[in-house]
């Protein structure tokens, strides 16, 4: 990716902003500007912006690999995963399950990486919702681990 | 004297059992997190808040808890610099250039402690610096209107993206996208909804800790792939663990020097911890001129930079104390924290809750007698977490960030919002645009917001009211200067350095 498709996206980003803003009135006004005036300024202000990185880049793509590219999208992916199934399966459950790939990502084995995310799952659920009382889900293993 | 029995009052608060317990937890947690190549202290406040909040501490424990890992962290990233080459944040790449050729020679353990002893000066010194001005600070800007307040505002940004180096377009893009994502959400004073797309768990607006976790922790997972650092490289500490009188002496009038400059940089908003350090660096080396053996292991190239680093840490609190205006990201952090126990910042605080800002400074000082402690013996210790590998690590650091954000609403919209910010974030580092004028721009937009439809309100829409006040003309002239200044030197110095070179 270059400065000038960051610049791209912003000069978008923004045309749809000011679409999405220009509707913004309020039913009664009280004050001389509306809740429409700053989303707008901030519109403008990002067309500017993005303008410029389209007219003057400062940094061009650099090379992406594919095995490169597959390293982040399977971390991204992973993260993505993790969020959506943290309530449904529980903390724990998730926490080992998400170490699987986030950890032979950064260079460990797979049998590594799911012991080392099952001991953080315990060991975080022990910590968090044990002694601290922060509230994490329990998942689908609420009944070994008691509670909602 | 008004400020020391407020002082005395502030070591009261910070002294009582469990604020002292929670210093030394947040100095621990700190210079671990600081240690950690990747991890600095933004990553360690922003895991850390939303726990405080979700453990439900009081405002003051909450925030000198957070103040204690600020702190830690720019003590620990000295540890990695030093044995690992490998800068365990942005504020302790100088200290790399002399602290890692010094333990090379066998002088690891005086590397250590010279630059623990460094920081220690250089924190006590800004905080004896904020408590003679911060009160000061705090009663003139009492006399701020709306007004002043957006240019004040414009100040820190225009501050943000000029001193912010190579690309400020990035730096001033950084706080548009910020500005932007908070104004998502219901409009209080007209009752509109903005940018919700109908969801109803956008009506509330963006929670701040989502956005903190997914632009700093999530994408920093990210980032960390592309960094394989190893801790093969590790120097054991051997030899003498301790500096002697001559060190010290040696380094002393220095380390003064760049504890002062680091309070005076950190208290500008936008300059922090890397520039000062950086500064303070480049003043020392032409100071010792000739007799000075910087870069192949100088002691003195290693207290200055730490000096300075951790003084402009503590130089920061200033203007988020006394404006509400946060000087770092960081700071930034911290001013989120404190909205949401419905505190905001600004000079009105130090009548208001005297109790959380004098005991927040007190706690300062009780923070860094710890943190000297900590880090003298205990160094070997933190060597071991180093040691640690990552794919034990990381799952730890996604795992206790994700906690922090469901702690507050748990839902999983706001899992998957991190999750969004977080790539939308890498996308964005990746392209070297930066992530603190973003934080920035988010905390702030609300306030820039209401300040900027107060002021026109007053005289009916008329734009005037802007420049009207000699205090903002004033801040208008300087966020112009900052904006034009750093190009302008940079192009003064290529003409100089195309009029040396012979073609």
């Known amino acids: 990716m270059s400065d000038r498709i960051l610049g791209a996206v912003c000069v978008v980003a923004s045309a749809g902003m000011a679409w999405a803003a220009q509707g913004y009135a309020a039913a009664i006004s009280y004050e001389p500007v509306g809740p429409r005036a700053f989303p707008l300024l901030l519109a403008v202000l990002m067309a500017i912006a993005g303008a410029w990185l389209v007219l003057r880049p400062t940094q061009r793509g650099g090379a992406i690999t594919l095995a490169h590219l597959k390293l982040i999208g399977g971390a991204a992916l992973a993260v993505f995963v993790y969020a959506l199934l943290f309530e449904w399966l529980g903390f724990t459950l998730a926490t080992a399950l998400m170490a699987v790939p986030v950890g032979m990502a950064f260079g460990g084995s ?12 315990v060991l ?9 009382d922060v509230v994490l889900p329990t998942g689908l293993l609420h009944v070994v681990l008691g509670g909602r | 004297m008004d400020t020391l029995q407020h002082l005395i009052a502030g070591f009261g608060v910070a002294l009582t059992p469990m604020n002292l317990l929670v210093a030394a937890i947040g100095a621990l947690i700190g210079t671990v997190v600081g240690m950690l190549p990747g991890l600095g202290p933004i990553n360690g406040v922003a895991i850390l808040m939303p726990l405080a909040f979700a453990l439900k501490l009081p405002p003051e424990t909450a925030l000198i808890l957070l103040a204690a890992v600020y702190i830690g962290c720019e003590y620990g990233g000295r540890i990695s610099s030093i044995l690992l080459n490998v800068p365990g944040d942005a504020g302790a790449i100088m200290t790399a250039l002399d602290g890692y050729p010094m333990a090379r020679k066998g002088l690891g353990g005086v590397a250590l402690s010279i630059s623990a002893w460094s920081s220690f000066v250089g924190s006590m010194i800004a905080t004896i610096g904020i408590v003679l001005f911060a009160p000061l600070l705090a009663k003139w800007a009492l006399a701020f209107g709306p007004a002043e307040y957006f240019a004040l505002m414009c100040f820190a940004f225009a501050c943000i993206a000029g001193l912010m180096g190579d690309a400020p377009m990035k730096a001033a893009l950084a706080a548009v996208i910020g500005l932007a994502l908070s104004t998502v959400g219901l409009d209080s004073n007209s009752g509109v909804y903005r940018f919700t797309g109908g969801d ?4 509330d607006g963006i929670q701040f800790i989502v956005v903190v976790i997914g632009v700093f922790s999530i994408s920093e997972i990210l980032l960390m792939l592309e960094q394989h650092h190893s801790s093969a490289g590790l120097i054991r500490v051997t030899g003498r663990k301790l500096f002697n009188l001559k060190e010290m002496a040696l380094t002393w009038w220095g380390t003064l020097r760049s504890s002062v400059v680091g309070f005076v940089v950190g208290v500008l908003p936008g300059a922090g ?7 303070t660096y480049s003043m020392e080396k032409r100071i010792a001129g ?4 910087f870069g192949e292991g100088d002691i003195r190239g290693v207290a200055a930079p730490e000096a300075a680093n951790n003084a402009s840490a503590a130089g920061s609190f200033v203007p988020m104390l006394t404006l509400g205006v946060p000087g770092s990201g960081t700071t930034a952090v911290m001013v989120g924290a404190l909205t949401l126990y419905n505190i905001t910042p600004g000079p009105a605080l130090f009548t208001q809750q005297p109790a959380l800002v004098w005991g927040l400074i007190a706690s300062l000082f009780i923070g860094n007698v710890l943190l000297l402690f900590i880090n003298i013996p205990l160094v070997g210790v933190f060597t071991k977490v180093l040691q640690v590998p990552n794919w034990v690590l990381v799952p730890g650091i996604l795992a206790v960030s994700t906690v922090g ?7 999983t919209f706001d899992l998957v919002l991190m999750a969004v910010l977080g790539v939308i974030g890498y ?7 930066p992530m603190a004028p973003l934080i920035l721009g988010f905390v702030l937009g609300d306030l820039m917001e209401q300040n900027l439809r107060r002021a026109l309100s007053i005289t009916d829409g008329e734009l005037g009211i802007l420049v009207e006040s000699p205090i903002s003309i004033a801040l208008w002239i300087g966020a112009a200067t900052m904006l034009l200044l750093p190009p302008a030197l940079r192009a003064l110095s290529h003409r100089r350095a195309a009029a040396l070179a012979p073609f």
């Open chain 2, 405 to 411: 954000v469901y702690a507050v609403h748990a839902t």
């Open chain 2, 427 to 433: 996308l964005l580092r990746k392209q070297g645009v």
């Open chain 2, 290 to 293: 000739k007799d000075g053996r």
């Open chain 1, 124 to 132: 975080l659920f022990v910590l968090f919702d044990k002694l601290l």
């Open chain 1, 110 to 121: 797979w049998k590594q990486s799911l012991a080392g995310g099952a001991g953080l799952g």
């Open chain 2, 200 to 203: 109803v768990h956008l009506s």
């Open chain 2, 273 to 279: 911890a890397t520039i000062a350090s950086a500064m």
